[in-house]
């Protein structure tokens, strides 16, 4: 190690390019120790970017566009070597010593003292590491990973030579595998290696737009959504997908005041701000790119193929595979794949034709005053229905509307009558859901013209107020009569808890649905998402179901994850499940 190299690395900033020195110097020492060359060059290269870079942002402004929070990475690296390797006098300073590292400088000349008798090695992360800085991904081990030619998730893995000196395949490491005694093992562990100021996209839009700029509220929440699908599309799982959806569902209750506007007032840069709050922080990094160029990174370099999916795939009932069908058959707009289909080239599905027609219907939220008042009229239909016994259904909104919020994108409504007991009672129950839908029908409610699907116990359909503008999606579902309480905690959720509660009844030997919760079958493939017959344990509420799975009850408005996450960590509730 040449003593220029060795200043030269004390002096580098922390950084993440340092962070990428000492990965590539750890991995070129392992594979190749006798190349100090390669290592030097590779390491003064790095390190000249990074002065580089930061002589740069020195000479121009902030950029709008940068990392929004605090990044704070801490690195242990554990070195096994074997001891007989190891003059004596080196044996000591191989025992497991934590030492603190700051160029890289000493573990460089360590790992040049011992070479290829290097068996082991593994890379433990510890400190917070904002999960949302998806660019940094390759470069942060999620718990342990391999720390080589190239950072994989997995177990602990080993890198060996043989005796011939060859470089062997990566293997699971183990160090129970080699004799007692047999190995020296030496603990390097970082400070932390990158830290990022806090720059705030909503500080940086504000000053450089200014508070009252207006803002094309509608397209920025229409090319969101369409990142949204786009994701989809590419069968992306990106930690960010939810984040647009969520932005959209936030962003919704101020387009929905302007839109029912006679005036259509403007929205501003304020308005955004107040309601989008700075946490969205890839939506918000978009948002600028729309505010700067007109067009959302993530859209700007979609080809045709993507661009005619994203479309196909607004529509209800259309996702990634039949939106590829439609467009390797030649459709490239809505209006291709209506006369495609009545040419037979295409088969479209009488919900995708409904779909297609009501597309503007489909994409609007409820608002809560509409749903309570279809909620009223709907009771007081379903209340005229005689049934022979002179017994009342009784029914229930679910869904966003149960847990208390302002807007749901349909009516999940869950039904009940005392004479339907028995779920194999199909003809009980169709005979039943027949009469709830007739009555609505009757009403001017449902629209006959308009069903999307009708079963045994659930009938899909459109809904819409008499003097309405909109249909609205509405599901009918009718469960046996001691369902019920299952129903409502099922059909309310969230998808947070609802894991998090079957997942205990898992623990418990039971199997927890929508229907009940009763014992597991014996084996998985008999039935993996229903329960023995006779096992069901029957409750009067839903509060049973809370005190059977141990779990403290919740109330319907309290089911939002942000409400209830920090209620079960006090708890003693363990939330690994869900994460």
Known sequence: MSPIFARRLSKAPPSLDRFASFRRLLATSICTPSTTQQIEATATHHMAHSLRAQHLRSLSPPKPLSLTRQVGLHLD???????????????????????????????VRDLEQVGSSIVGLEARRSGAVDSTLEGLQPLLPTEIRHFGSSIRSGPILGLGTSSAGSKRALTPFASARAPAGSLHSRLYSTKALYVAKTVDFVT????????????????IMSQMRDIQLLQSYQETKALSARGFKDAVRTLYPLWHRVDQCRDKEVVRMKDLVKVLSPCFTVPWAEISHILGKGKASKLSYMNME?????????VYNIGRARAKQFYAAGARTLEDLLKLNELGTIKLQESQIIGIKLLDD??????????????????????????????????????????GLDFASDLDLAVRHPSFTDSEDKEKARRLLDQIVEALE????????????????????????????????????????DSYPYMLLGGSGDALLMKLMRHRAKARGMCLNEYGMGDKF?????????????????????????????VPYLEPH??????????????????????
């Open 77 to 107: 690296v554990i070195v096994h070597v074997r001891r007989n390797v190891l003059a004596s006098k080196d044996a000591s300073r191989w025992d497991p010593v934590k030492v603190g590292f700051h160029s890289g400088v000493s573990v």
């Open 204 to 219: 940086n839009l504000s000053q450089t737009y200014g508070l009252d700029r207006p803002v094309p509220l509608q397209e």
């Open 306 to 314: 993507q661009k005619t999916c994203v479309l196909f795939m607004r």
């Open 362 to 403: 489909f994409e609007r939220l409820i608002s809560r005053s509409e749903m309570d008042e279809l909620k009223a009229e709907i009771e007081v239909c379903l209340k005229s229905i005689v049934t022979g016994d002179e017994k009342l259904f009784e029914t229930e909104l679910l869904g966003s509307y149960r847990r």
């Open 442 to 481: 009757a009403s001017g409610l449902l629209a006959n013209q308009y069903r999307l699907a009708h079963g045994d116990k659930k009938y899909m359909g459109l809904i819409k107020l008499k003097d309405g503008q909109h249909y609205r999606r509405i599901d009918i579902r009718l469960g046996p009569y």
């Open 522 to 550: 014996e084996r998985e493939d008999q039935n993996p998402n229903g329960f023995r017959p006779g096992t069901m344990r029957i409750v009067t509420n839903e509060r049973e179901i809370f005190d059977l799975l141990g």
């Open 558 to 579: 309290e089911r939002e994850y942000s409400h209830w996450r920090q209620k079960y960590i006090d708890a003693g509730i363990d939330l690994a499940a869900i994460n």
